[in-house]
């Protein structure tokens, strides 16, 4: 495809930024990466591994002469960024996020994006558990979705970010913001939550029984709670920023289970037989749209940030 963007600004050099660092040096979609962290780690690793040419430890540094801002921290800390970087935006610019909350974050950023310069909201699926600058790699988007949330955007700003996107192999699709933070409750948020308390149930029956049932944990509890390994940092302000829609799955959620709970309880195996069922048909289903194969499960980890 070749050169999307002159120079390309990563602020946070988590797991999703160093894989797009990755992705535009493997596709060269950027003649220039530059970077920031606060961890001053975190930039030593960037330079180390190849995905910047330049790191600093000042955000607007970093962003100067950039012609696409990526902001790749935890969607609490972007209002604060945005405003930092906002005076040092090129003219001309495109700015956009790869946050698991859209609503948020566009009400946090927005303010701060100057006039001639383009915010286009955008969110990866992909990801894994881990984290930090060394966990990215250049395939981690491949054949994975990347929502893109354009509002009133110039089109050819958009056009532009949507070539990028697809550069790094991914599809693309826009949506309103509304509806990606409820979608985004169903397949990510809310699974995200409900593992991170299964790992706590198992802890507090490990601590009352005085029994080894973490360590004698079937693959399935390893398999369905390694989600639970995720950043704390970012989880805590999705579930923040993200509440009402959370909550709406999360009491549909307990609906269904206490609807499990009195079929277990009164024996109705027919309920049980026919829930499953159709819930297996759906998992087939996802299989079949390759969001299981490939690469990572869409939902898992998020950029960790600085």
Same mark, same amino acid.
Request: glycine residues 12%.
């Given at each position: 495809?070749?050169?999307? !963007? #002159?120079?390309? /600004? $990563?602020?946070?050099?988590?797991?999703?930024? +160093?894989?797009? #660092?990755?992705?535009?040096?493997?596709?060269?979609?950027?003649? +220039?990466?530059?970077?920031?962290?606060?961890?001053?780690?975190?930039?030593?690793?960037?330079?180390? =591994?190849?995905? @910047?040419?330049?790191?600093?430890?000042?955000? /607007?540094?970093?962003?100067?002469? %950039?012609?696409?801002?990526?902001?790749?921290?935890?969607?609490?800390?972007?209002?604060?960024?945005? %405003?930092?970087? #906002?005076? @040092? =935006?090129?003219?001309?610019?495109?700015?956009?996020?790869?946050?698991?909350?859209?609503?948020?974050?566009?009400?946090?950023?927005?303010?701060?994006?100057?006039?001639?310069?383009? *915010?286009?909201?955008?969110?990866? $699926?992909? #990801?894994?558990?881990?984290?930090?600058?060394?966990?990215? *790699? %250049?395939?981690?988007?491949?054949?994975?979705? @990347?929502l893109l949330i354009p509002g009133a955007a110039d089109p050819e700003a958009v056009a532009r970010l949507r070539a990028f996107w697809q550069g790094m192999k991914a599809n693309v699709e826009e949506m309103e913001p509304e509806h990606h933070d409820l979608v985004l409750a169903v397949t990510s948020h809310t699974p995200h939550l409900i593992a991170y308390t299964m790992v706590g149930v198992?802890?507090?029956?490990?601590?009352?029984?005085?029994?080894?049932?973490?360590? !004698?944990?079937?693959?399935?509890?390893?398999?369905?709670?390694?989600?639970?390994?995720?950043?704390?940092?970012?989880w805590r302000d999705v579930f923040l920023t993200n509440k009402e829609a959370t909550l709406d799955i999360l009491g549909r959620f307990t609906e269904e289970l206490l609807a499990l709970q009195r079929a277990i309880r009164m024996g109705d195996g027919q309920h049980l037989f026919d829930y499953f069922t159709r819930t297996r048909a759906i998992r087939r289903g996802i299989i079949e749209a390759g969001q299981d194969t490939a690469a990572p499960d869409f939902g898992r980890g998020k950029p960790d940030g600085p």
């Open positions: 495809m070749g050169k999307v !963007y #002159g120079r390309v /600004a $990563l602020i946070g050099l988590g797991l999703i930024a +160093s894989s797009i #660092g990755h992705a535009i040096r493997k596709w060269g979609l950027a003649e +220039s990466i530059a970077g920031h962290a606060k961890s001053e780690g975190s930039r030593s690793a960037a330079i180390e =591994l190849g995905f @910047c040419d330049e790191v600093f430890a000042s955000a /607007a540094e970093a962003v100067r002469g %950039a012609d696409l801002v990526v902001l790749a921290v935890p969607v609490g800390a972007m209002g604060a960024v945005a %405003a930092e970087i #906002g005076p @040092c =935006l090129k003219p001309g610019a495109t700015v956009t996020d790869v946050g698991s909350v859209k609503q948020a974050v566009i009400a946090a950023v927005a303010p701060h994006i100057p006039p001639g310069v383009h *915010f286009i909201p955008g969110h990866p $699926l992909a #990801g894994t558990e881990h984290s930090g600058p060394r966990s990215g *790699f %250049a395939t981690l988007f491949e054949n994975r979705w @990347c198992a802890d507090h029956l490990r601590r009352v029984t005085e029994s080894e049932i973490i360590k !004698y944990s079937a693959a399935g509890f390893r398999d369905f709670t390694r989600i639970a390994a995720s950043d704390p940092t970012m």
